[in-house]
């Protein structure tokens, strides 16, 4: 949704700056992907600093597409390994919430982080299914800008558990999206 709406909005704005950076963008994709992992280590211990390296690690996985397409650097491997290494980040993320909380005995909250991560990785197969049917199919509410920036609130509030109600119930009625536009787009085309 995020994605749809202002996936390119920093494009223009940051062109004279991505213009002067010769970096290729996967070496982007995979510093962010090491700090988001970071990430996913510290938070357990200390959850405000591990808000912050995934707000750092979000902020690479923002610029390696800009500098990539500003600078007419996009492939088709580099958007694979953007693709790949944010199911890895994602697990690691969930997986680290999900520790933290069964350490505070938060067995609902370790429920929801692992029911949320399952519903993660059911978008995206979604739109990698239906992309193999030749549909094009990024449509739902809660897609990974989403659920990184309710992740970042939730470690720099604490509020894990009510933001993990949210993600969890969106996260699959985005699945439940994806579904409905394929049966409806290819319904049409039988």
């Known amino acids: 949704m995020i994605g749809a709406k202002f996936g390119h909005f920093l494009d223009k704005p940051l062109t004279p700056f991505v213009k002067k950076i010769s970096l290729n963008p996967n070496v982007l994709t995979v510093a962010g992907f090491v700090v988001t992992i970071t990430a996913a280590f510290v938070l357990p211990y200390n959850i405000r600093l591990g808000g912050l390296l995934i707000l750092a690690g979000g902020l690479f996985d923002m610029l390696d597409g800009i500098i990539a397409r500003v600078n007419n650097r996009a492939t088709r491997f580099g958007a694979f390994l953007d693709s790949l290494l944010d199911r890895y980040a994602d697990a690691f993320l969930f997986l680290s919430v999900a520790w933290y909380l069964a350490s505070k005995g ?5 429920f929801l982080s692992l029911g949320t991560l399952a519903g993660a990785f059911l978008i995206s197969y979604a739109r990698a299914r239906a992309e193999g049917l030749g549909e094009s199919c990024s449509n739902g509410i809660m897609e990974r ?3 990184i920036i309710l992740l970042i609130l939730a470690a720099l509030t604490g509020w ?5 109600w949210v993600m969890f119930v969106l996260t699959h009625v985005t699945v439940i999206q994806r579904a409905y536009h394929v049966w409806k787009v290819t319904g049409k085309k039988q």
Request: glycine share 8%; proline share 15%; no cysteine.
């Open 145 to 147: 800008p989403e659920r």
């Open 160 to 164: 894990f558990v009510p933001m993990l």
């Open 106 to 110: 938060e067995h609902n909250g370790v």
